[in-house]
Every structure is written in structure tokens, then in C-alpha cells.
């Protein structure tokens, strides 16, 4: 049986989106059947990231209200056989899911695929809490700075007090994800250092994801950095979180696709 991803964030713009459909699509490449689901119900990006908005027909609300079945709306990605898309609705608002609704469907989708990877639209409203309440594991990506990270601490707290697990007694399994990351500038106290982050949130570390402008380059020709291009730094940062989630056990580094000196320089493990 699959397990449920959710991949959130407290403030908008930190990369959540992309992140979900680079982590989908690297975990469909390493072999995992995978399906990435859109809760941002009224916006709807992840299809354009996957680019796979003109094939959208059903969504998920469809599916959540029972006018269409769930293999009717699920897009099934050109590139990678074992990764497909449930999008989100763009013409309808957060209250069409219903808690009954949203159940059943992450009840099917765990029978068919290994990986449910949610995206979550930001903030604590009823998308954000519909698109974590099954989680099994949280992916929390945050930016190097204050105001990022302080409502990433609120979303921690919602993930330990409002889940399924938490109801059940149980702690969700929770990762920081640290996007746009610059050395450079951190070292010149510019951003917050990685381990300033770690020290407020006190979540495990899945990876590092360094600024780069390959990472809006692919989002804007629709297509996930990972399948894009694998082997830009950001890439092999977000294939190195997949690992990390399937439980392999990685040195921590910031990729940088700068060479020489500067890339000895910056790719260097993390304390």
C-alpha cells in the first residue's frame, strides 16, 4: 500500500509546487509508481509544471463528488510511465472537498500507487489541512529566511495536532526541505545559515535545493528540473531527497553547477 506524501509550506512562493513535481517525478524515475495530486483546488500549477494542462478533462473535485471515476481524471505522464497527475479544479473553490470525499479517494489511490505525493496549497486553511489530514510523511520546504521559516513552525504544529496520526496518538514522519539556498550569500549573513533553520524547526533534513535559474526554465517549458534537466545542481539535490525518502542514507551537500574552485568550494557536506 502507498504511502501518503503531503508536501507543504506556510508561506506561498517558496517553491512547494515545483518541489512536488520534481520529488514525483524522481521517485518515478528510481522505479516507484508514483501519482502527484494538486490541492490547490481554484489555482491549479501543477499540471502547467507537468505540462499537462491541455489534457486536464476530470479533476479532483470531480472525483471527490462522484462525477467522474478516479481513472477517468488521473493524466498519465508522457515521460515517465510510472508517474501520473490528479489536477486540481480551476473553477471551483476549497469548499467543494468534502473530508468523506477526499478519504475515499486517497483510499483508492493508496491501492494503486506506491507513492501519493499531495501538494498542498500554503497556509493552514481547509485545502492545506484536507491535503495533510492522511499524510504519512510531511515534506516542509521552507527559504532561508525569517518570515519563511517562522510560518513553516506553524505548519510543524498543525502536522502534530490535526493529522490522522496525530488523532490516532501517532507523530507523522516530517522532513525539512530548504529551497533557494545560496552559500554565498549565507556565509555573508545575507539568508539564514542552514543550521539556524534546523536549530528553530527541529525536523530531520531531506535536502538542500540551491538557487538556480534551471529550476523556473524548466517549470516554464513544463517539466520538472528532474526530467529537464537531471543533471543540473538542483536536480541532483531533489534525486537525492527521493533516495533519502526511500531510506538510503546520503551525505548531506549543497550542488552547485559552478566548476573549479567555487564548486569544491560550495559542494560541501552540511553540518
Not at 493524466?75 to 477526499?102: H, N
Not at 493508496?110 to 501538494?119: L, Y
Not at 492522511?134 to 510560518?151: G, I, K, L, Y
Not at 529551497?179 to 527541529?202: C, F, H, N
Request: glycine share 8%; hydrophobic share 45%; charged share 30%.
Amino acid at each position: 500500500m502507498a504511502k501518503v506524501l503531503v508536501v507543504t509550506s506556510g508561506k506561498g512562493g517558496v517553491g512547494k509546487t515545483t518541489s512536488t513535481a520534481a520529488i514525483g517525478a524522481a521517485l518515478a524515475k528510481a522505479g516507484q509508481n508514483v501519482v502527484v495530486v494538486d490541492f490547490d483546488v481554484g489555482l491549479r500549477n501543477l499540471d502547467l509544471i507537468l505540462g499537462a494542462e491541455r489534457r486536464v478533462v476530470f479533476d479532483l473535485i470531480n472525483v471527490v463528488n462522484g462525477d467522474a471515476k478516479l481513472n477517468q481524471a488521473l493524466i498519465r505522464d508522457k515521460r515517465v510511465d510510472t508517474l501520473s497527475l490528479l489536477p486540481a479544479s480551476q473553477t471551483r473553490d476549497k469548499d467543494a472537498l468534502t473530508p468523506d470525499g477526499v478519504e475515499r479517494v486517497i483510499g483508492e489511490l493508496r491501492e494503486k500507487f506506491d507513492w501519493v505525493v499531495c501538494d498542498s496549497p500554503a497556509g493552514i486553511e481547509k485545502g492545506a489541512q484536507m491535503a495533510m489530514h492522511h499524510a504519512d510523511v510531511a515534506v516542509v520546504v521552507t527559504n532561508p529566511e525569517v518570515s519563511s521559516v517562522r510560518d513553516s513552525d506553524r505548519i510543524i504544529g498543525m502536522l502534530d495536532s490535526t493529522t490522522e496520526k496525530a488523532v490516532k496518538g501517532e507523530k507523522i514522519d516530517k522532513h525539512l526541505l530548504l529551497t533557494r539556498y545560496d552559500p554565498a550569500r549565507a556565509a555573508r549573513g545575507e539568508m539564514l545559515k542552514t543550521e539556524d533553520v534546523l536549530e528553530i524547526l527541529s525536523i530531520p533534513l531531506l535536502g538542500i535545493i540551491p538557487e538556480s535559474e534551471e529550476v523556473l526554465r524548466a517549470s516554464n517549458l513544463g517539466a520538472p528540473v528532474t526530467l529537464n534537466n537531471p543533471d543540473s545542481a538542483p536536480a541532483r539535490a531533489y534525486f537525492d531527497a527521493a533516495k533519502r525518502l526511500q531510506g538510503e542514507s546520503l551525505e548531506m551537500v549543497v550542488p552547485t553547477d559552478r566548476k573549479g574552485f567555487l564548486d569544491r568550494l560550495f559542494k560541501r557536506r552540511v553540518a
